[in-house]
Nanobody
């Protein structure tokens, strides 16, 4: 059974950087798009980026654009999220997600595979 497993979360001071990783294991599904969401306590889940497997094209919301960068290694079935210039508002549980072929990639609306999440805490 395919699983997505995040790693790399932790605590950092404001202005610092963290790099999260998402590893696909247990199967050979070729996800056409993958990306990340985050959810802070008491807030709705927020989409924070998508990467398309075929082109490597990425999309981000304005809240993280130019600070966060998604990359993907298709050969290793891994995806990374480089987060720079972090601020306390970035503190949340971060989840990687993926869509199987035929599902909606726009803002990962059709995501049907999810990781278990990794906590990111940014202190001021």
């Amino acid at each position: 059974q395919v699983q997505l497993v995040e790693s790399g979360g932790g605590s950092v001071q404001s202005g610092g950087s963290l790099r999260l990783s998402c590893a696909q294991s247990g199967g050979t599904i070729r996800f056409p798009c993958m990306g990340w969401f985050r959810q802070a306590p008491g807030k709705e889940r927020e989409w924070i980026g998508t990467i398309y497997a075929g082109t490597g094209h990425t999309d981000y919301p304005e809240s993280v654009k130019y600070r966060f960068t998604i990359s993907r290694d298709n050969a290793k079935n891994t995806m990374d999220l480089q987060m720079d210039t972090l601020n306390p508002e970035d503190s949340a549980m971060y989840y990687c997600a993926a869509t199987t072929p035929g599902r909606n990639c726009y803002k990962l609306a059709g995501a049907d595979y999810w990781g278990q999440g990794t906590q990111v805490t940014v202190s001021s």
